[in-house]
């Protein structure tokens, strides 16, 4: 389970932070879940709590990177820009919470984590046909948003 769980905590980190940033999280995480396990409610979908796990670390280390001034550099150091990202990534962030929670997790896990409907029913335990709907509505009223 931890080897899967890895694997799948690499591919949500590395489309959200940069490579040393995301092993930190990753690594966050299973701590987390390991020192968290006995919260973990048998009735509830899996999928869904470590996936609220990894959320809420990624927040933080965007929360952290905003509190930690910037050094100057010499500017012949190359460097990756992920202001961008970051932003997009807060501003994603805040309009999905804008969401009813039903849509908003299921776009989440969907859209952005790549989740067929039918794993995204089960962590949710929404129908798939419900899933869909929540998906459309959700992403209708983003673009209403949005506009």
């Known amino acids: 389970m931890l080897r899967e769980l890895d694997l799948w905590l690499r591919a949500y980190y590395a489309r959200r932070l940069p ?13 987390a879940i390991h020192a968290k396990r006995h919260t973990f409610a048998a009735s509830k979908p899996f999928g869904a709590w470590i996936t609220a796990i990894a959320r809420y670390k990624w ?16 500017e012949d150091i190359a460097i990756e820009d992920h202001e961008g990202a970051a932003i997009s990534a807060a501003a994603l962030d805040q309009l999905l ?8 997790s299921v776009i989440r896990l969907v859209k952005l984590n790549g989740l067929s409907i039918a794993r ?8 798939t046909a419900l899933v869909k709907i929540n998906i459309h509505r959700g992403l209708k009223k983003l673009s209403t948003l949005v506009s």
């Open 120 to 127: 995204a029913a089960g962590a949710t335990g929404q129908s």
């Open 97 to 104: 919470g804008r969401l009813k929670p039903a849509q908003e």
């Open 19 to 31: 490579y040393p940033a995301a092993d930190d999280a990753r690594q966050e995480v299973l701590l």
């Open 59 to 74: 927040v933080d280390r965007v929360r952290d990177a905003s509190r930690y001034s910037a050094l100057a550099l010499d």
